[in-house]
């Protein structure tokens, strides 16, 4: 079974900390994603990655960076959290291809408060 | 606006009940998956399709992908309270961005 772990189901942060979300993948695949849903809003992709040490910017890329050292480990990374970016965070992965399934971790509810 | 519009955004119904939720878009999917999400959980893949027309059936499930490859339908028979939570699809274009529609909350009362 593909999985996808994310470091913390649940955190609660204080506006202005650093925040560290990590995401690790055990099936090789190329592609990671990190997500934010909200209510009415559905899932916004941050950022993400299609192999180690490249990062695109997705659609809502302020106020995050990412970091792909590793094939297996996309880690999301907020340099001052602030109240707005209290969200539901869900990282995925992907192989290459067309047909191919896109796998999620359990998502991290992050408050900042 | 969204890439790709689902509808009703909100459904309740009687255990027992059919019910059909959909998934549209101006623009040509190379293919595209459904997923269940709980609450306080992560999105659960439950098909993949790819072939304009085709049809994928997953127990009580019925998944049509539209013949332009632009819409989709999941349909559900004889709904049970297990199947309450949010479905959504998302679509992949270009045959690596994947886009996310906002959801169909269902809620399944006994």
């Known amino acids: 079974d593909v999985k996808v772990t994310q470091s913390s189901r649940y955190l609660v942060k204080r506006t202005g900390e650093k925040v560290f979300l990590e995401c690790v993948q055990d099936?090789?695949?190329?592609?990671m994603f990190w997500y934010r849903q909200d209510p009415g809003l559905g899932l916004r992709l941050i950022y993400f990655?299609?192999?180690?040490?490249?990062?695109e910017k997705g659609d809502i890329p302020e106020g995050y960076s990412v970091s792909r050292e590793k094939k297996e480990r996309f880690s999301l990374i907020l340099e001052s959290a602030s109240t707005n970016q209290t969200s539901m965070y869900l990282c995925?992965?992907?192989?290459?291809?067309?047909?191919?399934?896109?796998?999620f971790g359990p998502g991290t509810r992050l408050l900042v408060l | 606006t969204q890439l790709l519009e689902q509808s009703p955004q909100f459904l309740s119904i009687q255990e027992g009940e059919n019910l059909t939720v959909y998934c549209n878009s101006s623009s040509v999917f190379s293919s595209l998956q459904w997923y269940r999400q709980e609450p306080g959980e992560g999105p659960v893949l439950l098909v993949t399709v790819v072939t304009g027309g085709e049809v994928k059936k997953l127990k009580r499930l019925t998944f049509q992908f539209g013949d332009a490859r632009k819409d989709s339908s999941l349909h559900i028979t004889a709904a049970q309270t297990g199947d309450t939570g949010l479905y959504l699809c998302a679509g992949l274009y270009n045959n690596n961005d994947m886009r996310f529609g906002a959801g169909t909350r269902l809620t399944v009362k006994p």
């Open positions: 990655s299609y192999d180690v040490k490249m990062k």
């Open positions: 099936m090789d695949h190329e592609n």
């Open positions: 995925a992965s992907r192989p290459e291809g067309r047909g191919e399934t896109q796998y």
